[in-house]
Structures are given as structure tokens and as C-alpha cells.
């Protein structure tokens, strides 16, 4: 495998791990196609700009300087990340994954491990519009890391994006019923569609209104 599975590295967030000032790391790659996504530039990659060890090297400059690092994409559990993050750890970081949660023996690794302090587990679709979303037919490992992570107590949050004409309000009620019919119980964050030139599916504004007040109460929502 191509050793720069790295496709660039932010060197400083303050948004994107809660509480905390972070690094984003975005990996090389992706198993979905999401129409909405607009990281279609990481996605489609295959080389990117750092390996881990560049990482490991950029991240030693920054100890005492950042409190956390975000591993994302892409679909950072395409890689072997134990190695990677057990050394993260050791310098001392706290680290957050970002999922589409299609590899919970990634997840649950990482997790029994200890090597993951966080996790923002994407929840793309019910099960009736989560091929046509997202290209992929994971469903079912979706499910696993989320059971996997309500199980275990794990501190996570789950969030959807939202366009439109892809997800009306009786879907996210409907994705809200089956998250409490799971257990779950936090904030459920919901994100509005982003439109670039990147995207991956020909998709633009929409087109279709979205009445929030048609959610149910059934989670806290968070929109951000
Ligand atoms: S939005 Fe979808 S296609 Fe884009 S990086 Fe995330 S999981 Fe992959």
C-alpha cells in the first residue's frame, strides 16, 4: 500500500473537537460516495501528502501546543490506526474519530483499547434510503458500532447531514426512533447540506423545504 495514506493535515482547530484545541488529520480514501459529500477531493485520492511517520513528526513539535488530534477523511478506519494511534496517545494527545462507522471491528478495537478518547459516528440514512445516499450497502456494520458504542457507555455523538430533498423530517424522526430504540440517548446533531463545487453527486441547493417543525422530540437536536 501506498505509504502516503495521508491527504493533508490542519494544524490547528478549535472547532472540530469539542473543548479542545486539535489537529485534523484527513485520510487518503473512502468507502462510500455520499451525493452531499464535498470532500470529494479526499475521497477519490489515493496518495496523499504525509505518511504516518510525517504525522508522528509534526506532532511532536505540537506537544504542550494541542490538546487532542481528529482523525478524519475520508474514512480513517480504511487503515490500520492502533499502531498509529497508540502513539499519538503516548505523546500525550486525546484523540477523536470520525466515522461512517462501516468498520466496527476498527472501531472496537480502538475503543477496547483505549486509544479513542471520542467519536463522531455519522448516521447517514435509515435503512430504506442509506444505499441510495451514501453508494454503500453497510448498513448493518453501521448498526453494529452504534450498538457497540451505547453498549460500552462510549462518550460519542451520532449526526446526520441533512439535504432536503434527500432526507425530509419523517426520516430523521424515523432515524431518531431507531437510535432511542437502541439506547441511545445524547444530542443528535444535525448538519446542513454544504453546496460546492466538489460534490460528489449532481446535487445542488434544495429544492424541497424542510419543516423543523415536523421534528419530533424524541432526541435533543443539536443543528450546527
Ligand atoms: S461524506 Fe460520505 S463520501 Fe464523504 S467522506 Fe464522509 S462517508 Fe465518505
Redesign the pocket.
Known amino acids: 500500500m501506498n505509504d502516503k495514506i495521508i491527504y493533508d493535515i490542519t494544524p490547528f482547530t478549535h472547532l472540530d473537537y469539542p473543548n479542545k484545541l486539535a489537529a485534523i488529520v484527513w485520510f487518503c480514501g473512502?468507502n462510500?460516495?455520499?451525493i452531499?459529500?464535498y470532500?470529494s477531493d479526499?475521497?477519490f485520492s489515493k496518495e496523499g501528502e504525509y505518511t504516518p511517520k510525517e504525522l508522528i513528526a509534526f506532532l511532536k513539535k505540537r506537544v504542550g501546543l494541542l490538546d487532542g488530534v481528529v482523525l478524519s477523511?475520508?474514512?480513517p478506519t480504511l487503515y490500520d490506526l492502533l499502531p498509529l494511534c497508540r502513539q499519538i496517545k503516548e505523546m500525550g494527545f486525546s484523540i477523536k474519530l470520525d466515522t461512517?462507522g462501516t468498520h466496527p471491528d476498527v472501531v472496537k478495537e480502538l475503543v477496547t483499547e483505549e486509544l479513542v478518547d471520542y467519536i463522531a459516528l455519522?448516521f447517514?440514512a435509515k435503512n430504506g434510503k442509506f444505499g441510495y445516499i451514501?453508494g454503500s450497502s453497510r448498513f448493518d456494520k453501521f448498526t453494529e458500532t452504534l450498538d457497540f458504542l451505547i453498549q460500552r457507555a462510549f462518550d460519542f455523538e451520532v449526526r446526520t447531514?441533512v439535504h432536503p430533498d434527500l432526507l425530509q423530517p419523517e426520516d430523521i424522526n424515523q432515524m431518531m426512533e431507531e437510535l432511542k430504540s437502541r439506547g441511545y440517548r445524547g444530542p443528535y446533531y444535525l448538519q446542513k447540506f454544504i453546496k460546492t463545487n466538489n460534490n460528489?453527486g449532481d446535487i445542488g441547493e434544495p429544492i424541497t423545504c424542510f419543516d423543523t417543525t415536523k421534528l419530533s422530540n424524541l432526541l435533543p437536536i443539536v443543528w450546527r
Request: charged share 20%; glycine share 12%; hydrophobic share 20%.
Open positions: 473512502c462510500m460516495r455520499c452531499y459529500c470532500n479526499i475521497v477523511g475520508g474514512e461512517n455519522d447517514k451514501t447531514t460528489i
